[in-house]
T-cell receptor, first 115, second 112 residues
């Protein structure tokens, strides 16, 4: 069955620490990969996405993610977090054809950054 | 600034009430979605409309009834809900079913 696994459910960091959030997926065929973020009291918004091309994707606010096909992974990274990065982060996957177009979501990772 | 708006933002209803959630997108997109967001569960896709036709219905109970009168508006009609239906209901839109989805702020629903 198609699924997305986010290994870290809760992460607490101090400002300036480096961040890596894990995302693994189980999915047949060509995939599109997304990271969404939900800041406190705000709507879900796209952080970055991978459809094809360079597997290292740059997103907003200094975030990046690397698609490693052999590991079925799309981990999110940021070299130095800020207090304003406190939010819920969601990994999602879909395909390009038929029923595979449905977006499959991970459980989310809650990130708290202490000032 | 989100191009997807939802009303109401908060709704409390009894199990015998009938209410409707409204979503409007101002992005010129062709696909619209209803999701249910509950604590400790992945985002659950409920319905997908593409070009105003329902293309996905994920075994959602009949007490939830969607309506898409045009490509900019999406409704979720609610009747005889259960307390376990309490959740955040999110609307989203995208240019097509594969592309990036843009979300509204959600309606926080509480069923008493």
């Amino acid at each position: 069955a198609q699924s997305v696994s986010q290994h870290n459910h809760h992460v607490i960091l101090s400002e300036a620490a480096s961040l890596e959030l894990g995302c693994n997926y189980s999915y047949g065929g060509t995939v599109n990969l997304f990271w969404y973020v939900q800041y406190p009291g705000q709507h879900l918004q796209l952080l970055l996405k991978y459809f094809s091309g360079d597997p290292l994707v740059k997103g907003i606010k200094g975030f990046e993610a690397e698609f490693i096909k052999s590991k079925f992974s799309f981990n999110l990274r940021k070299p130095s977090v800020q207090w304003s990065d406190t939010a819920e982060y969601f990994c999602a996957v879909n395909g390009n054809a038929g029923n595979n177009r449905k977006l499959i979501w991970g459980l989310g990772t809650s990130l708290a950054v202490n000032p | 600034e989100t191009g997807v708006t939802q009303t109401p933002r908060h709704l409390v209803m009894g199990m015998t009430n009938k209410k409707s959630l409204k979503c409007e997108q101002h992005l010129g997109h062709n696909a619209m979605y209803w999701y249910k967001q509950s604590a400790k569960k992945p985002l659950e896709l409920m319905f997908v409309y593409s070009l105003e036709e329902r293309v996905e219905n994920n075994s959602v109970p009949s007490r939830f009834s969607p309506e898409c009168p045009n490509s900019s508006h999406l409704f979720l009609h609610l009747h005889t809900l259960q307390p376990e239906d309490s959740a955040l209901y999110l609307c989203a839109s995208s240019q097509d079913p594969v592309d990036t989805q843009y979300f509204g702020p959600g309606t926080r629903l509480t069923v008493l």
